[in-house]
């Protein structure tokens, strides 16, 4: 049995590891965030959306995006069709989905300053196959992104709690919108949330979220939704 190494698909990752774990090393200690998060958002887009044939849903969401297959699905085709009006085309759409899924991701992490030199490598490790493979469902978890920034915001005090519920709303039913199977990242966020206000060591959560991304969410049959 022969093995095919593409040399090209794992320089570009290393590239992106690297300029995460530099940009998250300069985020946690600078005000200007700007030039670094930036550098984050046009990397990972440049190299996501450049893919082709990679991923088992490459075909499908490319013929999806032209045709509208999960018209039951109504944000998500319609969001397409504007994509489609502007002119985006089949082989330019993965670069929208990679900007939005990046850009909602840095706006949930950059709370998390001190711990971004690790964080953001981290991140990209356990999300990077799930972005490829998981197009729609990715997709739909940029707006969970949002979701979780605006829940953890309760621990403040605060005099807009029903604007804070309504926005959560919102985000939940577009990442619902975008794919179904994001309630039950919904449901599983906001019980963690709900059932523990302790802030848990990251020697327990970080392998539990890599372990979790890399190997129960291959196993998992996501046709049965």
């Not at 590239?15 to 984050?40: D, E, H």
């Not at 900007?99 to 990077?128: E, Q």
């Not at 949330?193 to 991304?213: E, G, M, Q």
Request: overall charge positive; some cysteine; hydrophobic content about 50%.
């Amino acid at each position: 049995m022969s093995y095919v190494i593409d040399i090209d698909y794992i320089l570009l990752n290393v590239l992106l590891v690297i300029v995460f774990y530099y940009a998250g090393s300069k985020l946690r200690k600078t005000p200007n965030v700007l030039p670094y998060m930036w550098s984050c958002i046009i990397s990972f887009t440049f190299v996501l959306g450049s893919r082709y044939l990679r991923g088992n849903d490459y075909l499908r969401y490319q013929h999806t995006f032209l045709y509208d297959d999960d018209a039951n699905q109504i944000i998500f085709t319609q969001f397409n069709t504007f994509l489609r009006w502007i002119g985006i085309t089949e082989y330019t759409f993965l670069y929208v989905y990679s900007f939005v899924f990046i850009l909602c991701a840095l706006s949930f992490f950059k709370t998390f300053k001190p711990y971004l030199k690790y964080l953001l490598p981290t991140f990209l490790i356990a999300f990077i196959f799930f972005n490829e493979y998981c197009i729609r469902q990715a997709l739909g978890f940029s707006f969970i992104f949002l979701y979780m920034k605006e829940l953890f915001k309760f621990d403040e005090k605060t005099d807009h709690i029903a604007k804070r519920i309504l926005t959560l709303a919102l985000y939940a039913f577009l990442a619902y919108s975008m794919h179904s199977v994001n309630a039950l990242n919904l449901v599983f966020i906001t019980a963690i949330y709900l059932c523990s206000f302790r802030l848990i060591s990251w020697k327990l959560t970080i392998p539990a979220f890599i372990i979790c991304a890399l190997i129960l969410s291959p196993s998992i049959n996501w046709k049965i939704f």
